[in-house]
């Protein structure tokens, strides 16, 4: 048991560049404190004293404002920084090395017994605010970005951003690099994403451009067959529609450029009525 709490505090070190000395852990973090009060929960649960279990684990929660259910399986090495409003649901499993910050959530999306809540394999990070739902599976060394949700399974090694969740891959150079240094000490970007992560909505947008940049040096190639054959009128007819004007799309987020957008193009003239008025009759 003292080894394990040994153990607790050292990765605090590893993971907080805040934490001076052991005593300071060991007295002032409630993930700490979370952890340490939810193994004896833990234990009391699985000892058939249920409530008691569930009165350790709600008298955890008033002090640390961390909410950790007691039969919820929780691996070595497991850090909650920070820690306020994490909740993690009963049938929640964590494996060893991971880390969560403050705000996330281990939930379940059904009111059914049996496997509600996720797993977390080994060396997972999960940012704030985020949210994981369901039976589902979270693949070792995967990262979960800040205010995420994921509802669905995530393969091992990648990182996940966004509402809902996106996978980005992760650079395979780079994660071979790191390898000799997990070794030796735990690797992880912190609140579960970094500065070089790219965003997937523009890493489409950017596929998109590629591919009609192909298609557009296809498409001048065909043009030079068809000129070498002679097709003039298929050639004039193309530049015909290359000289049309192109005209610019906006998507409308705010009312001021809604306003903005109602002063360019002018107002509206109201529809004719065919109807006579009563002055003109």
Wanted: proline share 5%; glycine share 10%.
């Amino acid at each position: 048991m003292f080894e394990q709490i040994r153990e607790d505090i050292r990765c605090v070190f590893d993971r907080d560049p805040a934490a001076r000395n052991a005593f300071e852990v060991l007295t002032t973090y409630p993930g700490i404190h979370a952890v340490l009060m939810h193994r004896f929960a833990h234990r009391l649960w699985n000892a058939g004293f249920r409530w008691l279990a569930r009165m350790v684990s709600h008298i955890a929660r008033w002090l640390t404002g961390i909410e950790i259910h007691p039969g919820a399986r929780l691996g070595r090495r497991f850090f909650i920084d920070h820690g306020m409003g994490v909740v993690i649901g009963e049938t929640a499993v964590v494996g060893d090395d991971c880390t969560l910050y403050h705000g996330v959530t281990l939930g379940g999306t059904s009111w059914e017994k049996g496997k509600r809540h996720p797993t977390l394999e080994d060396n997972v990070v999960v940012g704030a605010g985020a949210k994981v739902l369901g039976p589902i599976t979270i693949g070792e060394g995967a990262r979960i970005g800040s205010n995420s949700v994921v509802v669905k399974a995530v393969p091992p090694g990648v990182t996940v951003v966004g509402v809902p969740g996106r996978l980005i891959e992760r650079n395979r150079a780079a994660h071979q690099q790191r390898r000799d240094q997990i070794a030796r000490k735990l690797g992880f970007d912190a609140y579960g994403v970094s500065r070089d992560a790219p965003d997937p909505v523009a890493h489409a947008i950017n596929c998109m451009l590629d591919h009609i940049h192909v298609m557009e040096t296809r498409m001048g190639a065909m043009c030079e067959a068809l000129k070498a054959l002679g097709a003039e009128e298929v050639l004039s007819d193309l530049n015909a529609g290359q000289d049309a004007e192109l005209r610019a799309c906006e998507i409308v987020s705010t009312a001021e450029e809604i306003t903005r957008l109602q002063e360019d193009t002018g107002p509206e003239s109201p529809p004719e009525d065919d109807a006579e008025t009563p002055q003109s009759k």
